[in-house]
C-alpha cells in the first residue's frame, strides 16, 4: 500500500512565503514524477508544478517565478517552496505521485490534500 502524507500548510499574510512537503512510503519500487495540484473552492483541480525523478520541472504558467518545486529521491520526498502569496493562492494543495509497485504496476497516487489559506 502507498501512501502520500503532506505537511507545511497553513495560514499566511499576503506576501509572505511558505512551504510544503509531502513523503511517500509504502510498497514502492520506483516513483517516476511527484508534483502538486491545487483545489480553490468552488474550483477544478490544477497543475501547480511537477517533477521527473531526473529533476524536470514543468509549472503552471502563472506561477512560474514564485512557486519552486524540488525533489529527494533518497527520501521519496516532494517540496514546494512558494513565495509571494496572494489571496488567490489559497486552496487545498494536493500532493501527486505517478510511481511503480511491487508486480510491476504502475499508476497515479494522491495525498489527502493540505489547507493554504493566506489572509491578513
Known amino acids: 500500500q502507498v501512501q502520500l502524507v503532506e505537511s507545511g500548510g497553513g495560514l499566511v499574510q499576503p506576501g509572505g512565503s511558505l512551504t510544503l512537503s509531502c513523503a511517500a512510503s509504502g510498497s514502492i519500487i520506483r516513483i517516476y514524477v511527484m508534483g502538486w495540484y491545487r483545489q480553490a473552492p468552488e474550483k477544478q483541480r490544477e497543475l501547480v508544478a511537477t517533477?521527473?525523478?531526473?529533476?524536470?520541472?514543468n509549472y503552471a504558467d502563472s506561477l512560474k517565478g514564485r512557486f519552486t518545486i524540488s525533489r529527494d529521491n533518497a527520501k521519496n520526498t516532494v517540496y514546494l517552496q512558494m513565495n509571494s502569496l496572494n489571496s488567490e493562492d489559497t486552496a487545498v494543495y494536493y500532493c501527486?505521485?505517478?510511481?511503480?509497485?511491487?508486480?510491476?504496476?504502475?499508476?497515479?497516487?494522491w495525498g489527502q490534500g493540505t489547507q493554504v489559506t493566506v489572509s491578513s
Open positions: 501527486y505521485a505517478n510511481l511503480q509497485t511491487p508486480g510491476l504496476t504502475r499508476g497515479n497516487y
Open positions: 517533477i521527473t525523478s531526473g529533476g524536470s520541472t
